[in-house]
């Protein structure tokens, strides 16, 4: 099936840990995005890769790295977790051109207690 | 920076009637793309209908359609014949060609379906 794939869809952990949240898409979008839906379900962008550059780095602490393998992957990394952090992360893909729409993954849960 | 303005957190309809869910947006920019996004207690994030800001005419997709308003950057969406699975929340978002290509999404209107 053509879509973008998160992985894992529920994640809880202990504050202090350090977490991983894998995206992939297999639609041959070339820009890939991290957005979080905080519990008002206000969607914000976090990171955006173009061809694995770096191309929107909102304000994000640094405990939260992408990682862009290659443009296909685009991974979430937190370290010391914290319980603010507790949110849906959506991965998304699209293409650059003007007016694509994005395709979303089913999203990741994660809670942190 | 653009912003997308969703004023009705919630709304409600019955099953078989129509209901507009409104959304405004404030940008400087002419060309851009608007959107709006359903998202049922699934999570996933289903795109429901699309509109060029360059189009007049409004986009229509079944039962969903919209109501663009350039110079008053409006943009709602109408849903015709409402059935039980179009409750969910809904989603307006803006997207130009600069910021570099970033979606930027309203705080959401929940809609809920009456039997």
């Known amino acids: 099936d053509t879509a973008v794939s998160q992985t894992p869809k529920y994640l809880v952990t202990q504050m202090g840990n350090d977490k991983s949240i894998k995206c992939e898409q297999n639609?041959?979008?070339?820009?890939m995005y991290w957005y979080k839906q905080d519990s008002k379900k206000f969607l914000k962008i976090m990171f955006s890769?173009?061809?694995?550059?770096?191309?929107i780095n909102e304000t994000v602490p640094n405990r939260f790295s992408p990682k862009s393998p290659d443009k296909a992957h685009l991974n979430l990394h937190i370290n010391s977790l914290e319980l603010g952090d507790s949110a849906v992360y959506f991965c998304?893909?699209?293409?650059?051109?003007?007016?694509?729409?994005?395709?979303f993954g089913s999203g990741t849960r994660l809670t942190v207690v | 920076a653009q912003t997308v303005t969703q004023s009705q957190p919630e709304m409600s309809v019955q099953e078989a009637e129509t209901v507009t869910l409104s959304c405004t947006y404030d940008?400087?920019?002419?060309?851009?793309?608007l959107f709006w996004y359903k998202q049922p207690p699934s999570r996933q994030m289903i795109l429901v209908i699309r509109q060029e800001a360059y189009k007049q005419q409004n986009a229509t997709e079944n039962r969903f359609s919209v109501n663009f308003q350039k110079a008053a950057k409006s943009f709602s969406l109408k849903i015709s014949d409402s059935q039980l699975g179009d409750a969910a929340m809904y989603f307006c978002a803006y997207r130009s060609d600069n910021a570099g290509n970033m979606l930027t999404f309203g705080g959401g209107t929940r809609l809920m379906v009456k039997p």
């Open positions: 890769y173009n061809n694995k550059e770096l191309i």
């Open positions: 998304a893909s699209s293409q650059v051109a003007p007016g694509r729409s994005y395709t």
């Open positions: 639609l041959g979008h070339d820009t």
């Open positions: 940008t400087s920019e002419s060309d851009y793309y």
